[in-house]
């Protein structure tokens, strides 16, 4: 059973925007940390941005670029990208850490690709 479906991905050119969602099918509080993570080809899987509560966190490299924002009413978060450089194409996947119970979850990802 898939528990976090991402969707939005796609090919844009550099100096783009392109908005991720990703829809939980398991129940998450406000509480639970909701994340987006990324590997490139050849890289190491990092996490690009988080948000639990009313915080957020980003990788350095994406700070004034990205935006993740939740949706509660349709049990989403969003990845709003801006102003996209070859160095952000990647796969994204959607993570979830719930505490109660203690869990976590993955989606499938979807790829991101930027190029001329």
């Known amino acids: 059973q898939v528990q976090l479906v991402e969707s939005g991905g796609g090919l844009v050119q550099p100096g783009g925007s392109l908005t991720l969602s990703c829809t939980a099918f398991v129940r998450i509080s406000d509480d639970d940390v909701m994340a987006w993570y990324r590997q490139g080809p050849g890289k190491e899987r990092e996490l690009v941005a988080s948000i639990t509560g009313g915080n957020t966190k980003y990788v350095g490299s994406v700070k004034g670029r990205f935006t993740i924002s939740r949706d509660s009413a349709k049990n989403t978060i969003n990845l709003q990208m801006n102003s996209l450089k070859p160095e952000d194409t990647a796969i994204y996947y959607c993570?979830?850490?719930?505490?109660?119970?203690?869990?976590?979850?993955w989606g499938r990802g979807t790829q991101v690709i930027v190029s001329s």
């Open positions: 993570n979830a850490a719930v505490f109660r119970p203690a869990s976590v979850y």
